[in-house]
């Protein structure tokens, strides 16, 4: 059994990423932008979604509105993920919720449930 790693792209509050890592440090979990072993702010999802298949990671995203036609074209086209977690409402949450979220599907599913997955959060 391999846990769930997160790649939380740049719409998603450093917040988040804090809140994940003080509440449970085994998670791995890199963000766009600020750690240097993912990509930059201002990658194209395309590009995230390669990056993303490419190093094992399930993206999170609160972008509702282009996100899932660029998974479906990411799809369409042969590749995989390893699984997106959007956020629809994520703004509307605070970053401890949205932790929670994550860090509960980190602890209670394996990696290879969301291969290929579309999953809206909160459940």
Not at 21 to 40: F, N, W, Y
Not at 64 to 72: A, E, Q, V, Y
Not at 95 to 113: H, K, N, Q, Y
Request: aromatic letters at 8%.
């Amino acid at each position: 059994m391999s846990a769930v790693a997160y790649l939380i792209d740049e719409n998603v509050p450093v917040a988040v990423v804090a809140a994940v890592r003080v509440a449970e440090p085994s998670v791995s979990i890199a963000h766009v932008g600020m750690d240097s072993r993912v990509p930059p702010n201002g990658t194209l999802d395309p590009e995230l979604l390669m990056f993303a298949e490419a190093n094992g990671f399930a993206l999170v995203s609160f972008d509702k509105k282009t996100m899932p036609g660029h998974i479906l074209d990411h799809l369409a086209v042969g590749h995989h993920t390893c699984g997106v977690f959007l956020f629809p409402n994520g703004n509307q949450l605070s970053p401890g919720r949205v932790a929670d979220e994550l860090i509960l599907v980190w602890a209670t599913s394996d990696a290879d449930e969301f291969i290929d997955q579309i999953v809206y959060l909160p459940y």
